[in-house]
């Protein structure tokens, strides 16, 4: 049986020029699985795998949220943390057009455009985590640390 060839996506690609260490991850895409599909095909804790969510507040700022799979994001909790009146997640398209991933498929990684990012707080307590490699059906792992290296996120505590 040969192993699946990885996708060279923009996230591998700013990975790879950071000198991130990360493996990769093919699993069978099913729409709606979300996070508990990624968990049961690769056999990790959902709380593992971690949510690339695309958001932005009342003003239209977009921004990235991570989260653990198994959590949801307190949006009033972020509003009021970002000092906004609403932050709410980016319909697809919006989504689409802010990080030029297809939803399903988002990286924090190699986005399109550079947005602030906000990670649930006890991510950073992960030795390693399990996040979207930037195309659906396909998520790499790589230490949480250099996750956060990479990305200088404000760490937060929204998880609902």
């Known amino acids: ?3 699946a060839r990885a996708p ?6 700013a990975l790879r020029a950071a000198g991130v260490a990360f493996d990769d991850h093919p699993y069978t895409y099913v729409e709606g699985g979300g996070t508990a599909q990624v968990a049961r095909e690769l056999g990790v804790a959902e709380h593992l795998v971690i949510k690339t969510l695309i958001m932005e507040d009342d003003r239209g700022h977009p921004m990235i949220v991570l989260m653990h799979g ?5 949006t009033k909790e972020l509003a009021r943390l970002l000092g906004a009146k609403q932050v709410r997640p980016c319909d697809p398209t919006t989504a689409d ?9 988002t990286s924090p990684f190699g986005t399109r455009r550079s947005m602030p990012v906000y990670c649930e707080a006890t991510i950073a307590e992960l030795p390693r985590i399990y996040i979207n490699g930037g195309k659906r059906g396909y998520v790499v792992s790589l230490a949480s640390a250099d996750a956060l290296r990479l990305l200088a996120p404000t760490l937060v ?4």
């Not at 057009?97 to 498929?105: A, E, F, I, L, M």
């Open 97 to 105: 057009r802010h990080s030029g991933y297809q939803v399903g498929g």
């Open 8 to 13: 060279v996506t923009q996230a591998v690609r």
């Open 70 to 74: 198994d959590r949801q994001v307190s």
């Open 1 to 3: 049986m040969t192993k």
């Open 157 to 160: 505590h929204v998880a609902a």
